[in-house]
């Protein structure tokens, strides 16, 4: 492949779980997924592989549902992947484990404020705000490694790309903040399991005006 100026950087929704399935919220609550989420996860990975080829790094977060997707990344690549605790799910509070029903029941004025893209006031809850933060300056922290290492910046322009494993809301959150845009989240919308974003990293920007991150695709994976 041809050495650019950018790098490509895929954030990568895992597979899903059974307590996805139930509508049940889950946060940091350390759920795995199930034998046929990981067939969706799988078809995923090999989707991204055709297109993006073998990526040069994986990152995941800490919380079973996504180091699994990341192995299975790491069984079709053979690239191995590693933790950041910083891409792992936001906190829901108090309302982890609970469906969206018992929400509507018990907590009836809080979850029409969330519905309305608000951050409701629960004990425990993490602002989108704080999420965007913190995938936000971890995802740009080890594209600035990779970018400020000759050795690694050879090899990523002109190969695959970073590939982030986390969470739905964490993922949102984090592009909206790298793309500058409101913490909203209506905003871009939903990602499905096994869906990535895709973003271009261009550290010196289109004008010369310093680092530009631009949306290339959202939303993208497994029928």
Known sequence: MTSTNHLTVLLWRHAPTPDNERGRLQGRRDTPTHPAGLEVGRAGGELMLGRHGTPREIWSSPLQRASETAQLLTDLCR????????????????WEGLTVDQLAQDFPE?????????????????????????????????VTRVWENDDLRTMVTSG?????????????AGARRLLNLPE??????????????????????????GAVWTLQAYNVGPH
Do not use: C, K
């Not at 605790?85 to 829901?92: C, G, K, N, P, V």
């Not at 809080?110 to 602002?127: F, H, K, M, S, V």
């Open 79 to 94: 690239v191995p992947w590693s933790v950041d605790e910083q891409m792992t799910q936001r906190s829901y509070g108090v």
């Open 110 to 142: 809080e979850l029409a404020i969330r519905n309305a893209g608000g951050d409701p006031d629960i004990p425990g809850w993490e602002t989108g705000i704080d999420v965007g933060r913190r995938v936000a300056g971890t995802v740009t922290r080890h």
């Open 160 to 172: 695959g790309p970073l590939v982030f494993v986390s969470h739905g809301s964490a993922i949102a």
């Open 184 to 209: 909203q989240p209506n905003i871009l919308g939903h990602i499905n399991h096994a869906h990535w974003v895709e973003l271009r990293y261009q550290p010196d920007g289109a004008a010369g005006v």
